[in-house]
């Protein structure tokens, strides 16, 4: 009988050639679900955009099997000329797009940037200074239920009960007292302009280190629909999706050489081990998407289009913190309608539209119920829309509201349907991977 191994059945077979409907049956089966649910939906969470194609390629790429701790240049595996390649891409590219020295583009989420930073400038113990996540601040800027907020001394600075804007004297006067030895700007729910000179005036005064979390609004920078935070802070982070439209990762820049090697150490290898280079290279893909000319234009529709959204909620009867938006975010109020943000988000998602609840400023209602929704553009213009489709999306959203505030948390069964006929509309009239 023939022992040659070309007559047996190959073991690898699979390994190389099964697809994943193949492979993992079930998986294949929620992502399908998952891509559907992205294009029969309309996505508002602000947090969240649609990658190109280019990104989703890159992030699932053979670089995904390759190990390279350390940097371009001195790593501590061999076969990395080309993980060289695309790191470097990555780091010249978003020093270009941002207009910084330094970039460091490892981070694998925001909160491993912001974690990073922590690392390297401040001891355990030591005080900083960030947006109270009431205002809309983010976890890692100083909850007492994250890390931030166990292993250092933060002290909140917020928006004022009336305007529910940052009152810029109220955050000099509390860096005078607490004396802070970092300042953060930036937030996850605020949806107003950031002053970063009047911050970098404050950190100046108490000798504080001016850290920016540009996270959602980067894109905007990149775009020139926001004011930079550069020249003006000493250390910027950002995440590389939400309005940047990039995979979900982080990236750390700056301007002083000072800097380098404590942030550069802080990642690797004071927090992370091999960088996920795949990630890395879907970094460098969205970094060159927004250093066209287009991206610029798609910056300012975002803008263009959260006001539209917001103009659209007012008129149909529900309240804009702040009174307004100059960002690609807002917050809703719903508690003229007596209506939970637990249970608008959940009707609105039976009608097709995704958000989340959020806290608004001064909100008396837990954060796992909240009064008020989050809403965001940059999605809903990656696809195409434009002011008349949002101020469409508004009227939607008011519609299906108003069924909840009469109705309670069941909603009105009709009007969501009714609904969901207008955004499946939307939806074909604007596809999402239309070729998938």
Known sequence: MSTNPSTLTDPMSGFWHDDLATADPEIAAAVGKELARQQDKIELIASENIASKAVLEATGSVFTNKYAEGYPGKRYYGGCDYADVVETLAIERAKQLFGCNFANVQPNSGSQMNQAVFLAMLEPGDTFMGLDLNSG?????????????????PVSYGVTEGEELIDMDA?????????????????????????FAAFRAIADEVGAVLLCDMSHISGLVAGGAHPSPFP????????????????RSGIILWNDEKFTKPLNMAVFPGLQGGPLMHVVAA??????????????????????????LAASLEENGLRIVSGGTDNHSMLVDLTAKDVTGKAAEAGLDRAWL????????????????????????PAGTTRGFGPLEFRQIGQLIAEVVDGLSKNGPEGD???????????????????VYPES
């Not at 601040?137 to 001394?153: A, D, E, I, Y």
């Not at 003006?232 to 995979?247: E, Y």
């Not at 995704?354 to 553009?377: A, H, M």
């Not at 009007?415 to 009239?429: N, Y």
């Open 137 to 153: 601040g983010h976890l890692t800027h100083g909850s007492p239920v994250n890390m931030s907020g166990k292993w250092f001394n």
């Open 171 to 195: 955050v000099a006067a509390t860096a005078r007292e607490h004396k802070p030895k970092l300042i953060i700007c930036g937030g996850t729910a605020y949806s107003r302009q950031w002053d």
């Open 232 to 247: 003006h802070c000493d250390i910027v982070t950002s995440t590389t999706h939400k309005s940047l439209r990039g995979p």
């Open 283 to 308: 970094k460098a893909v969205a970094f060159k998407e927004a250093l066209a000319p287009e991206f610029k234009t798609y910056a300012h529709r975002i803008v263009e289009n959260a006001r539209a």
């Open 354 to 377: 995704t958000c989340n609840k959020n806290g608004i400023p001064f909100d008396t209602r837990s954060p796992f119920v909240t009064s008020g929704i989050r809403l965001g553009t």
């Open 413 to 431: 069964a009709q009007i969501e349907e009714s609904v969901r006929g207008r955004v499946a509309k939307l939806c074909a009239d604007f596809p």
